[in-house]
């Protein structure tokens, strides 16, 4: 089966730091580009910031850029989201999905695949 598994989610204070890592199961990841999404409790899932294949280009949404950084290791098959001064509505389910190099732009969720089973963040005020 090819998907993610999202990993490093947890209960935060408001401010505070977490580190997500997405493992790639099943395939190899050095080909595609690679987005983190969140689910807030009750909406849709969001895109949260995509990077590319070479790790030569990121994007942000707008709310994080500036406190989140997305990186990702090729040898270790794994991308990392950095999430630094967190918010309160920031709590959710958060999840990895490639895309295609040539579908590389947006942060779109109809764009990518492979969904793994999320990992949950909590941000306490």
């Known amino acids: 089966q090819l998907q993610f598994v999202e990993s490093g989610g947890g209960l935060v204070q408001s401010g505070g730091s977490l580190r997500l890592s997405c493992t790639a199961s099943?395939?190899?990841?050095?080909?595609?580009?690679v987005g983190w999404f969140r689910r807030a409790p009750g909406k849709g899932r969001e895109g949260v910031s995509i990077?590319?294949?070479?790790?030569?280009?990121?994007k942000y949404a707008d709310s994080v850029n500036g406190r989140f950084i997305i990186s990702r290791d090729n040898a270790k098959n794994t991308v990392y989201l950095q999430m630094n001064n967190l918010k309160p509505g920031e709590t959710g389910d958060y999840y990895c999905?490639?895309?295609?190099?040539?579908?590389?732009?947006?942060?779109?969720?109809?764009?990518?695949?492979?969904w793994g089973p999320g990992t949950q963040v909590i941000v306490s005020t």
């Open positions: 999905g490639k895309t295609l190099p040539h579908m590389y732009g947006g942060i779109h969720e109809a764009d990518c695949d492979s």
């Open positions: 099943g395939f190899t990841l050095d080909y595609y580009p």
């Open positions: 990077i590319s294949s070479n790790s030569d280009s990121a």
